[in-house]
C-alpha cells in the first residue's frame, strides 16, 4: 500500500480548501470535518458510502470517524438548518471557525466547492439531488454550475 500517495491526494484536497478559505490547513480541516459530518447526517447510508468510495484515503478516514450509521438521518430544511448542524460539529470559540453567519457561509461555499472539484459530476449530482431545495439553490449558486438537478 502507498500511504505517500493517499496522503497527497488528500493534502491536496485539503490545499484547494484552505486556499480558498484564505487560511492554514489545520483551520480548513477543522471546516472541512464538520461540513463532511453535517452532509453525513443528512445522507442515507447509501450515499454517504458513494461518498466516500470518491474521497482520497484520508479524507475517508475523516469522514467515517465517530459515525454511527444506526443513526437516521437528519430533516435538514434550510441553508440555516445546515449552518447550524456544521457549528454543533465545530464545537466552542476559539475553535470554531463558523459563528459568524458570513464566515460560515463562505466556509460552506468553499467545502461544496472543493468537493465539486474532487468528486465525480454524477455523485456530486446525487449528493446534491437529496438536500432540500434551498440548499441545493444555495450549492448551485455559489460553486459556479448553472443548473444541478
Not at 476559539?94 to 454524477?122: C, W
Amino acid at each position: 500500500m502507498n500511504f505517500d500517495k493517499y496522503a497527497q491526494k488528500g493534502n491536496e484536497m485539503l490545499n484547494t480548501l484552505a486556499k480558498d478559505l484564505e487560511m492554514d490547513k489545520e483551520d480548513a480541516g477543522r471546516i472541512l470535518r464538520a461540513v463532511l459530518y453535517a452532509m453525513r447526517d443528512h445522507l442515507s447510508i447509501q450515499e454517504s458510502l458513494r461518498v466516500v468510495d470518491q474521497l482520497p484515503m484520508a479524507i475517508k478516514g475523516v469522514y467515517v470517524s465517530n459515525w454511527n450509521i444506526s443513526r437516521k438521518p437528519e430533516r435538514i430544511r434550510s441553508v440555516s438548518d445546515f449552518l447550524d448542524s456544521v457549528r454543533q460539529y465545530q464545537g466552542l470559540p476559539p475553535e470554531n471557525d463558523v459563528q459568524d453567519n458570513n464566515v460560515a457561509l463562505f466556509a460552506l461555499q468553499a467545502v461544496f466547492r472543493m468537493l465539486n472539484k474532487y468528486i465525480s459530476d454524477g455523485e456530486f449530482e446525487d449528493i446534491i439531488s437529496v438536500m432540500p431545495v434551498k440548499i441545493k439553490d444555495f450549492i448551485s449558486s455559489n460553486i459556479g454550475r448553472d443548473k444541478i438537478m
